[in-house]
C-alpha cells in the first residue's frame, strides 16, 4: 500500500551525526517531492527541509541551514536526512512527508510514522 | 522564520461549529495560495485536511472547510463530533522557499 516508513532515529551524543532514511513505496516516489517535518517533545510541529522530485531544488528551515542535508535515491525510493553537529533542541519525533507533488505545492499529503531522535550525553 | 500563530486551544460541544484561525503576514499566510491545516490524534501522524486554503482531499469530510482573509486563514470544523478531538495545525508557503507551521490548537470537544 502507499506508505512512508522512517529509520535511523536513536540516541546520540551532542555534536555527532546520524543519517535518517524514509522508505517509500506504493506510488512513484520520483514523481513527487518530499520533506522531512519534526516535532519536539510536547511540542507542534517544525518543517525541516525539502527535496524536488528530480533532486534539483533543496530548502531548510534556519535552524538546520548547514548542519542538515536531505537527499534522496530515485532508484532505491528512498529520502535521507544528513544530520551533522547535533543539539540537544534537535531531538524530536521526524516524520517523512510526502509534497501534494513535484516539490512545489507546498502541502503535505503523505506522512510516515516518525523516527525518534533524542540527543543527548 | 516565526511561526504562525494560532489560538492555544478551543472547545465545542458535539453538533456545534468551530473556527481555528492561522495568522501571518504578507510574506506568507496573506500573499500565497498555499495555506493548509493538518490533524493530529494523540501518538499519530499529522493528517492532511485542507490544501490551497479551501480544497480538500479526497477521503476527508465536508465538515471540514477553510478560507482566507487577508494574513489571517481559517479552518471550520461543522458538526462537531467526539472523534474530532485533536491537535489542528496550519501551514503555509513563506518567502524564500520555507513552509511555516503554526504552533497548532488543540481542539476539545465537551
Known amino acids: 500500500q502507499v506508505q512512508l516508513v522512517e529509520s535511523g532515529g536513536g540516541v546520540v551524543q551532542p555534536g555527532r551525526s546520524l543519517r535518517l532514511s524514509c522508505a517509500a513505496s506504493?506510488?512513484?516516489?520520483?514523481?513527487?517531492?518530499m520533506n522531512w517535518v519534526r516535532q519536539a517533545p510536547g511540542k507542534g510541529l517544525e518543517w525541516v527541509a525539502v527535496?524536488?522530485?528530480?533532486?534539483?531544488?533543496?530548502y531548510y528551515a534556519d535552524s538546520v541551514k548547514g548542519r542538515f542535508t536531505i537527499s534522496r535515491d530515485n532508484s532505491n525510493n528512498t529520502l535521507y536526512l544528513q544530520m551533522n553537529s547535533l543539539r540537544a533542541e534537535d531531538t524530536a519525533v521526524f516524520y517523512c512527508a510526502r509534497d501534494g507533488h513535484g516539490g512545489n505545492s507546498w502541502y503535505l499529503d503523505l506522512w510516515g510514522r516518525g523516527t525518534l531522535v533524542t540527543v543527548s550525553s | 522564520q516565526s511561526a504562525l500563530t494560532q489560538p492555544a486551544s478551543v472547545s465545542g460541544s458535539p453538533g456545534q461549529s468551530i473556527t481555528i484561525s492561522c495568522t501571518g503576514t504578507r510574506s506568507d499566510v496573506g500573499g500565497y495560495h498555499y495555506v493548509s491545516w493538518y490533524q493530529q490524534h494523540p501518538g499519530k501522524a499529522p493528517k492532511l485536511l485542507i490544501y490551497?486554503?479551501?480544497d480538500r482531499p479526497s477521503g476527508v469530510s465536508n465538515r471540514f472547510s477553510g478560507s482566507k482573509s487577508g494574513n489571517t486563514a481559517s479552518l471550520t470544523i461543522s458538526g462537531l463530533q467526539a472523534e474530532d478531538e485533536a491537535d489542528y495545525y496550519c501551514?503555509?508557503?513563506?518567502?524564500?522557499?520555507?513552509?511555516?507551521f503554526g504552533g497548532g490548537t488543540k481542539l476539545t470537544v465537551l
Open positions: 527535496i524536488w522530485s528530480d533532486g534539483s531544488n533543496k
Open positions: 501551514s503555509s508557503y513563506s518567502t524564500i522557499s520555507t513552509l511555516l
Open positions: 506504493g506510488f512513484t516516489f520520483s514523481n513527487y517531492g
Open positions: 490551497y486554503v479551501s
